[in-house]
C-alpha cells in the first residue's frame, strides 16, 4: 500500500471515529498507534490493512514487553476498532485482533496536587498581567470542576448557565453531564468572557497544556499535567463527601468501578491516619521513644494538605 493510501485509509478511519462520537483527544492516540504499527507492518514486508493474526500478534507482545500495560492494551484497543471499521466498509473480511484479550487494569490514581502547589499555580498567573484572567479562570476550572483537558477545550458560551452556576460539558463518547465548579470558577469566567459568545477560550488543546506548563515553569514546580487537576478533584471530593455515586455523575463515569479508584485511595489514606493516631506500638512506648513528627505523616504530597 502506498503512501499515499494508507494516508487516505488513516483519514477515513479518523472521520470514521470523530463521526461516531469518539473524542478528539482518543482519535489522535489512536492514529498515532496505527502509525505505529504500520511502520513496523513494513518492516515485515505487509501494511497495516493486511496484517495477518499472527504478525498483529507479535506486534503486540513486543508492546507488552516494551510499554506499559496500560499503553500495550490501548494498542489492542486501537487495532481492534480499526480492523472492525476495516469489516464494516468492506475491506477485509476477517479480524486478526479475534484471539487478542484485554487484561484487567488496577489503575491507582496519581497522587493529589497539595493546597502549596495549587496556590503556587494561582500565584503565578498573576505574572503574566495579558492572560491572568483567562489562566486563573482555566486553573480554577480544572480544580473546581473534575472536567477533562479536551472538556475543558470545547466550552461554549451558550452551554453556561449563569443563574445556577453550572456549565454543561460535552464529554467522551458524545455524552454531556453538568458540572458546578464553584463561585470564584464562574465568577472569573464572567469576567473573562464580557459579553463575548461562542467558544469561550479560542485556543486549543495544545495551547492549554502548554499554558499549564509554562504556570508549572514560573511557580518552579515538578511535573503538572492537566489531567492531574481531575485526580485532586475527585480525591479531595470523595475525602469530604463519602459520596461516590456523587463524584461518578460529575466525572461522567458509567459505573461506580471507575470512581471507586479514588474511593480506594482515600480509604487507604484514612486507614494509614487511623493507624498513626491508634498505633499499639506507639503506646506501649509512649515517653520512652524519642519520635519524629516527619516519620509520622505521609509524604508530602501524598494527600491534600488543609489550608492554613
Not at 191 to 197: A, H, I, P, R, T
Not at 210 to 226: D, F, Q
Amino acid at each position: 500500500m502506498s503512501a499515499q493510501t494508507w494516508a487516505e485509509l488513516r483519514e477515513g478511519y479518523r472521520l470514521h471515529l470523530l463521526v461516531t462520537g469518539c473524542a478528539i483527544t482518543t482519535s489522535r492516540r489512536y492514529s498515532i498507534t496505527l502509525n505505529l504499527f504500520e511502520r513496523w507492518c513494513e518492516g515485515q514486508r505487509t501494511t497495516a490493512s493486511k496484517a495477518n493474526s499472527l504478525q498483529v500478534h507479535r506486534w503486540i507482545a513486543a508492546r507488552f514487553r516494551d510499554w506499559t500495560p496500560a499503553t500495550a492494551q490501548q494498542s489492542i484497543c486501537t487495532l481492534r476498532s480499526f480492523y472492525r471499521w476495516l469489516i464494516a466498509t468492506r475491506r477485509r473480511h476477517d479480524d486478526p485482533t479475534a484471539g487478542l484479550k484485554l487484561r484487567p487494569l488496577r489503575h491507582e490514581p496519581h497522587r493529589p496536587y497539595t493546597i502549596t502547589e495549587l496556590r503556587a499555580l494561582l500565584a503565578a498567573t498573576e505574572n503574566d498581567p495579558p492572560r491572568a484572567l483567562r489562566d486563573r479562570a482555566m486553573v480554577l476550572l480544572f480544580i473546581g470542576g473534575g472536567l477533562r483537558l479536551s472538556e475543558l477545550a470545547g466550552m461554549r458560551t451558550d452551554d453556561i448557565d449563569w443563574e445556577g452556576g453550572c456549565i454543561l460539558l460535552h464529554g467522551k463518547g458524545a455524552k454531556e453531564r453538568w458540572i458546578a465548579p464553584g463561585d470564584a470558577a464562574m465568577t472569573l469566567l464572567h469576567e473573562y468572557l464580557n459579553g463575548q459568545v461562542g467558544p469561550v477560550w479560542g485556543i486549543g488543546i495544545a495551547a492549554i497544556e502548554a499554558m499549564v506548563h509554562r504556570l508549572e515553569r514560573k511557580a518552579s514546580l515538578g511535573r503538572i499535567h492537566p489531567h492531574g487537576f481531575r485526580h485532586t478533584f475527585a480525591i479531595s471530593f470523595l475525602e469530604e463527601s463519602r459520596d461516590l455515586d456523587a463524584l461518578r455523575i460529575i466525572l461522567g463515569h458509567e459505573t461506580l468501578k471507575q470512581a471507586g479508584e479514588y474511593a480506594a485511595y482515600t480509604a487507604q489514606a484514612r486507614a494509614l491516619d487511623q493507624q498513626r493516631a491508634l498505633n499499639l506500638a506507639d503506646r506501649l512506648t509512649a515517653g520512652s521513644i524519642p519520635t519524629s513528627r516527619s516519620r509520622r505523616r505521609c509524604p508530602e504530597g501524598r494527600r491534600l494538605q488543609p489550608a492554613s
